[in-house]
């Protein structure tokens, strides 16, 4: 009887000890998940801040800048794509750590490559309007990336509020 007791509290030790690895492991992840998040923020507010000053000289552009203004605009918007490129793959990676907690939160950023030929080419009123265009469709992509972050970010942070 005595070895039934044994095994019996043996049993119980092990089920509690993996119940403490489990929450170990799940708060290793959920701090994985909001490092990659925090990363994945980042990367999406310096592409604003690159599509923000894009869209400024656009503005100056469309009012009569010239070639040199396109041209910085061009620059900026470059710029912009690269820090697209680097928010998707961050988006990825917090995609995957979300995928380790069991989350299925989507994360849309769905910004169209920039078509900067015709612009200078066709270096006018109608060009510049679309360019200033397509930079705040984007933007518009990006904030909303932007919230959706920032909400799971919450829900991860504070997992006990609405």
């Known amino acids: 009887m005595r070895t039934v007791l044994w095994e019996d509290k043996g049993t119980e030790y092990l089920s509690w000890k993996a119940a403490q690895s489990m929450a170990y492991d799940y708060e290793k992840e959920r701090r994985e998940a909001i490092a990659a998040g925090n990363e994945a923020l980042a990367d999406l507010r310096?592409?604003?801040?690159?599509?923000?000053?894009?869209?400024?000289?656009?503005?100056?552009?469309?009012?009569?800048?010239?070639?040199?203004?396109?041209?910085?605009?061009?620059?900026?918007?470059?710029?912009?794509?690269?820090?697209?490129?680097?928010?998707?793959?961050?988006?990825?990676?917090?995609?995957?750590?979300?995928?380790?907690?069991?989350?299925?939160?989507s994360i849309n950023l769905d910004t169209q490559d920039f078509w900067g030929f015709a612009d200078v080419a066709f270096d006018g009123f109608l060009a510049d309007a679309a360019m200033l265009s397509r930079i705040n469709e984007a933007r518009a992509d990006l904030s909303r990336a932007i919230e959706q972050v920032e909400s799971i970010l919450r829900k991860l942070q504070y997992p006990l509020l609405p």
């Not at 979300?98 to 939160?105: A, I, Q, S, V, Y």
């Open 46 to 105: 310096e592409t604003m801040n690159c599509l923000n000053s894009a869209r400024n000289w656009g503005i100056y552009d469309i009012l009569g800048g010239g070639l040199i203004s396109s041209l910085i605009k061009h620059r900026r918007m470059g710029k912009a794509q690269q820090y697209i490129s680097n928010a998707k793959n961050s988006l990825r990676h917090f995609r995957e750590e979300l995928c380790d907690l069991g989350r299925l939160d």
